[in-house]
């Protein structure tokens, strides 16, 4: 069975088939539309808390994941999970006030 980690990094691994890595500069305004419409509260945590668990576990072959990721460098891919991860954080932390 799969992690809940490893099934929630599927959601914004899947984006790599549409995105290069070697381009992205981070989330859009547009992303996070389409995260907020189509992604509970709950679920938009889960992806957040797994994408925190990659960031802590750089050793792991993400490439497996999805076996038909165009990108099958893992230090790639890792680096695209950070970003997404830093794009999320205005959704599931609460502002500092």
Same mark, same amino acid.
């Given at each position: 069975?799969?992690?809940? +980690?490893?099934?929630?990094?599927?959601? @914004?691994?899947?984006?790599?088939?549409?995105? #290069?890595?070697?381009?992205?500069?981070?989330?859009?305004?547009? #992303?996070?539309? %389409?995260?907020?419409?189509? %992604?509970? @509260?709950?679920?938009?945590? +889960?992806? %957040?808390?797994?994408?925190?668990?990659?960031?802590?576990?750089?050793?792991? @072959?993400?490439?497996? %994941?999805?076996? #038909?990721?165009?990108?099958?460098? #893992? +230090?790639?891919?890792?680096?695209?999970?950070?970003?997404?991860?830093?794009?999320?954080?205005?959704?599931?932390? @609460?502002?500092?006030?």
């Amino acid at each position: 069975m799969i992690p809940d +980690a490893h099934k929630h990094l599927v959601v @914004p691994l899947f984006m790599l088939h549409h995105i #290069d890595p070697s381009t992205f500069a981070g989330l859009t305004e547009i #992303d996070l539309d %389409y995260f907020r419409r189509n %992604y509970t @509260p709950e679920e938009l945590q +889960a992806i %957040y808390a797994a994408l925190t668990w990659a960031e802590q576990h750089p050793e792991l @072959p993400f490439h497996s %994941y999805l076996p #038909d990721l165009p990108v099958t460098d #893992d +230090a790639v891919i890792l680096g695209f999970l950070k970003k997404v991860r830093a794009g999320l954080r205005p959704l599931v932390e @609460p502002a500092a006030s």
